[in-house]
């Protein structure tokens, strides 16, 4: 023990090693602040551990541990007290004195490396400041594991980094291990999504990161998000305690906490289920009604409603296939219980897909009693709804968007007026086409044959009864009129794409990337232009779209399918965000295929 303790400490005091290991230089008893004296801002610092850093031969049952402060504390997250690897229950542990001891329920494994992290569990008792985090590393055999590995857990889409995702080890390279055991060891990623699983095997290992809900170490495909390496790994590094990398910084400390090398890159996702059949059903109007599958790609055969002509029945899936849309086009009441029959293939109690008939009945919904039919007439009971749009910003880009509440049996195209307004007040009439939305065939896109002018009013006008939906209802008229931004203070972004070799969805992002302000969907090398953009911070994500789906998929763990790359357009600064100023043209040049190398 003597040897192994010289080895990687010097023969010191334990509380002088660890204050200088937490970086704290000065030590300070909170209990009793002297009144009126300045505010303690200085975390807690270790004076004593037991079992002492490294030791061997750790009893392996009624295991006690004991960590010992300088000042009372208390243990702000226990989930944060994490032991790897981790047993069947978390660690329990009670205040005693200036300590923390921990024990566990069930007995240690014998032979082998664990470490209890502190990190993110513990702060003093007055004030609140949070112990930096500390690793305490035992052995219930002979020997030290001495073997290391770091890295990164991100968002897929966002590739925003992920606080308390746990990092999983597998010595047991089987599919099924994650879904079934307990890894062989585990670690928490901290604020910047970072980890460092220290002290384990030189072995070969699966790994993986899960967002683990239930706290049990184990992946549930239902709730939870998975990342995954594609091929099987094995540690290189030593640990040696001096790397930064085994240093527990503030988490505010953005400089060294960017500053640690990782060697692990881990993209979280949420698996869509593989195990297909009807989970809803709902009757939202007399002619209208959904069902919606377990998993994504449903596959039906055929589809029918008791006592309506096929052809009478219009059926329109979302772009994932897993939520279908039906409407009866026929005018005439509908009976108050509909009959919807979907033949299509579901997943059987061995989990193959076979064909299926399953049979739902649709309920019509309820009107509310006790009310007048005149005076709560709604307008959808009497007319086409529509809704007819245009924004200032993006109308360049999408054109006008003409969204009816059903689908239509008739329809009078051409006789939608657009004109135009200069700023001598003279009138034209332009012309445009129309499209109908690939997704939504209720949706259709009108675009001006004409390039919009800045000064100019644009007018669209949907002219009195031309359009007739299901329900044997004619449109009202609306117009809507629209110009381009004429702030002076907006600037424009030109981003000249090259190296393009594939299919690409490119978004303008905010500053927080969690919204889409702009999309163009790209093959070939092009200048995209995104005009009005106000004074801000933005970003830009590229998304590979491999399947040429025009969608962001997600991974399949079991297939070894990592969900498509996505990439952030990083500055010469190593920046993701594009710092856009008030009334400026701003050009960068982006090689696609050097991003995606």
Sequence with gaps: MKKFLSRFFPIIPVSIILGMTIFSHSCANTTTPPTGGPKDTIPPVITEIFPVIGQTQVPVHKTQLKIMFNEYVTVKDPKSLFLSPPLEKAPKFRLK???VLVTFESDLDSNKTYTLDLTNAIGDNNEGNMFPGFTLVFSTGDVIDTMMVTGLVQDCNSLKPLKGATVMLYKDHADSAVFLKRPDAAVKTDEWGFFCLRN???TIYRMYAIIDENNNNKYDPETEKIAFIDSLFKPVNFVIDSLPELQKYDMKDTVNCLA?????????????????????KERVGERTAYITFMAP??????IWVTGVPAENLITQFNIMQDSLEIWVNDPKPQPDTMFLNVKYLKTDTLGMLNSFTEELKLLKPKKTAGKSSTKDTKKEDTLAVFKLEAKPETV???GFTIEFTYPLVESAFDSLVFRSINPRQQENIGKYSVVQDS???????????????????YFLKVPHRKFRDINGFYNDSSEVKVTLPNDDKLSTLFLNLSNVNNKYIVDLLNEKRDKVLRQ???????TLTFPYLKAGKYSIRITEDLNRNGIVDTGILLEKKQPEKVRFYKLEDGTFLIDIPEMMEIEQNLDVQAMFE
């Design 297 to 302: 790609y449903a596959q039906i055969d055929s």
């Design 97 to 99: 004195g200036k300590g």
């Design 439 to 457: 997704l939504n065939l209720r949706k259709y896109v009108v675009t001006p044959a004409e390039k919009l002018q800045p000064g100019y009013e």
């Design 520 to 526: 163009y969907i790209v093959e070939n090398d092009q």
């Design 396 to 398: 360049e880009q999408y």
């Design 200 to 202: 384990i095997q030189d």
């Design 260 to 280: 640690r090398k990782t060697e692990v890159e881990l993209n979280i996702f949420k698996e869509k289920p593989s195990k297909q059949m009807i989970v809803n």
